[in-house]
């Protein structure tokens, strides 16, 4: 029972809000999730991280002892637009709702804080704790951003360097002028930006002439600290370069996951926090089903599973799995296969397909049976 109805909660709108989230956790640091009801169904609702200032009750920031959420709202009076700053104030108490004119702020609704929803009867009803529960890019709450944004500028400059260095520009040239036919050189300028051209003269029997002195540009230079910067890059933010050499040709299992190692280890760490802030929604969900008369189910265990998108060598895969049967359970090598993605449903049809298979052997020893007595 508590598995259909979490299966009920936990569905393709929670699943791409949970994805917008993980996007504000890589961006900002850490994304905001709401919970809250809706005529008595439960929702959820992404807050912007920029909206959030959050007060923790330890130095470990595992506890949130209220959260201040400021937002602009825009507002129309008549044909005039103008903007509204809203500041909420969270706690475990309820919900305060206030404006900030002028750096005061003024209370929107009655004083007190407000419960967060309400029984049909009327009677309040909180969830006895905040129900908004931070999650996490890293325990530090550090952006992905901060790991590769010098990098990247130093990359930028790089490429903005190059394309100066080599378009042909008069400015970023030394020109020597002999017996040049100008009073002044920037008269000379003039000249060569308006006409594209100037004129020199023949003296005393030494020809006139322009000649430039360049930077030899040597663009090999450029590329390799391209590539340098490109590979520091992926390194710190630990990522995966799909342009790797070890996937030329046909790479086995281990060069992937040598590729994708670095990728793997911060998923890691990224799933670690998650699962304490889902453990925090769960305790959440289960006050939200005790209230509505479903059951408690605070004692029952919830494991919370993350696949993870990886390229594999399938053929390698498979014939690993097809070696390990005898010492494996065949749950656990069906888990592994690459093309199965429900374990008990695949188990199942395997059982449906063997009793198939048994019954129409011995309906067959039957048939034979019977022709041999004809």
């Known amino acids: ?54 007060l923790w009750e330890d130095d470990a920031q595992t506890s949130l002892k209220r959260v201040i959420r400021v937002y602009e709202q825009p507002s129309w009076e008549g044909d005039d637009l103008t903007v509204v700053e809203k500041v909420e104030i969270y706690s475990a108490e309820g919900v305060q709702f206030y404006e900030l004119v002028n750096g005061v702020l003024i209370p929107s609704a009655e004083q007190g804080p407000l419960p967060y929803s309400r029984t049909e009867n009327g009677e309040a009803l909180n969830w006895g704790e905040i129900p908004i529960i931070p999650f996490k890019y890293n325990s530090a709450m550090a952006p992905l951003i901060t790991k590769v944004k010098t990098l990247q ?34 008269e000379f300028r003039r000249n060569l930006a308006v006409y594209g051209a100037i004129k020199v003269n023949t003296s005393e029997g030494a020809a006139g002439d322009v000649t430039a002195l360049t930077v030899e540009v040597n663009p090999e230079n450029y590329r390799v600290l391209l590539t340098l910067l490109k590979k520091a890059i992926i390194e710190n933010a630990m990522g995966y370069d799909a342009k790797d050499d070890k996937m030329s040709g046909t790479p086995n299992q281990m060069n992937i996951l040598s590729m994708y190692n670095d990728i793997d280890l911060d998923a890691n760490k990224m799933e670690m926090e998650y699962q304490t802030s889902l453990k925090g929604l769960l305790c959440l969900i289960n006050t939200y089903l005790s209230l509505m008369g479903y059951g408690d189910f605070s004692d029952e265990e919830v494991e919370i599973v993350f696949n993870r998108d990886m390229m594999m060598n399938v053929s390698e895969v498979v014939q690993n799995i097809k070696n390990s049967e005898g010492l494996l359970s065949e749950e656990t090598l069906v888990g592994q296969h690459p093309w199965v993605t429900d374990v008990r449903t ?7 397909e063997r009793e198939t298979s048994v019954g129409q052997r011995d309906a067959y020893e039957g048939d034979e049976e019977a022709g041999e007595a004809e």
């Open 153 to 186: 500028d130093a990359l930028n400059a790089t490429l903005s360097d190059f394309q100066n260095n080599m378009q042909e520009d008069s400015r970023n040239t030394i020109l020597i002028l002999k017996n040049y036919d100008g009073e002044n050189l920037s």
């Open 346 to 352: 695949e188990l199942e049809r395997k059982a449906e």
């Open 1 to 54: 029972k508590y598995k259909e109805l979490l299966g009920g909660l936990f569905d393709s709108a929670f699943y791409s809000g949970l994805l917008t989230v993980g996007e504000a956790s890589l961006n900002c640091g850490v994304g905001w999730l709401y919970v809250y009801t809706d005529a008595g169904t439960l929702a959820f609702k992404r807050f912007r991280p920029w909206e959030i200032l959050p």
